[in-house]
């Protein structure tokens, strides 16, 4: 007997474009797909119940359904035809980024206790309705929607099919600008923020039936971070 693992990719790209014109430019790109398994994201992996493949065949981890990302150039316009010191100061800069959007992936709740009897690892729990998600630190999903399954029996609940972890919501954004320091001498500033809104994107979150952290978020992704950088050019 052997188990075959497999996975199939479906989506829709969408792709928008505006080249550099009056010292603009952008690019924004989307994609909707579903990314599905028979093989629990592993070649590898062995069936839980040897008597029903169906067990292993869900979302894949790395599903994301939604997928947005935008970036953009804009050179500021204003000052050129100031003062000199007004115009030095003020004029010439670049502001870019990237803002992306995903939605988060499967989440696969297991049990620690050998419910079945067998050598069967990652063993999974009974679902008893649908899964309320209320996406918060404490409780992302609703706990009280799962149960251990009876001694000598396997789970109901599906693969990936528990919930959905938490998304990605991100800023990052620069701005650069050159001075001139006499004829052929340029002194280049840059100044680069990532998740400059300090939006809190979370990470991990407690996947095993009945224990400390089930349902809790365990994690998070970094925080605002910010780097200036001067360099001078001959």
Do not use: C
């Amino acid at each position: 007997w052997t188990f075959s693992a497999g996975s199939k990719y479906n989506s829709l790209q969408v792709l928008v474009n505006k080249n550099l014109s009056h010292g603009f430019e952008i690019r924004g790109a989307y994609t909707w797909s579903k990314t599905t398994t028979a093989g629990a994201d592993s070649v590898y992996a062995s069936p839980i119940d040897a008597y029903n493949g169906s067990m292993m065949r869900g979302y894949a981890g790395q599903d994301v359904g939604h997928l947005f990302v935008l970036s953009y150039v804009w050179d500021l316009p204003g000052f050129r035809n100031s003062v000199p010191v007004t115009r030095l100061l003020l004029s010439g800069w670049t502001l870019s980024g990237i803002t992306s959007f995903q939605s988060g992936n499967p989440l696969n709740v297991t049990i620690a206790p050998n419910r079945s009897g067998t050598a069967s690892t990652s063993q999974r729990p009974n679902v008893n309705g649908p899964v309320a998600q209320a996406d918060t630190v404490q409780s992302w999903f609703d706990i009280t929607a799962f149960s251990l399954p009876a001694a000598g029996t396997y789970g109901n609940l599906g693969y990936d099919r528990a919930a959905r972890g938490p998304g990605i919501q991100n800023y990052d954004m620069g701005i650069h600008k050159q001075f001139p320091v006499g004829e052929r001498v340029k002194l280049d500033f840059r100044t680069e923020w990532f998740n400059v809104l300090n939006h809190p994107n979370y990470g991990n979150v407690g996947l095993v039936f009945n224990t400390s952290t089930f349902g809790k978020v365990t994690s998070a992704r970094d925080a605002r971070i910010g780097q200036v950088a001067l360099k001078l050019i001959w």
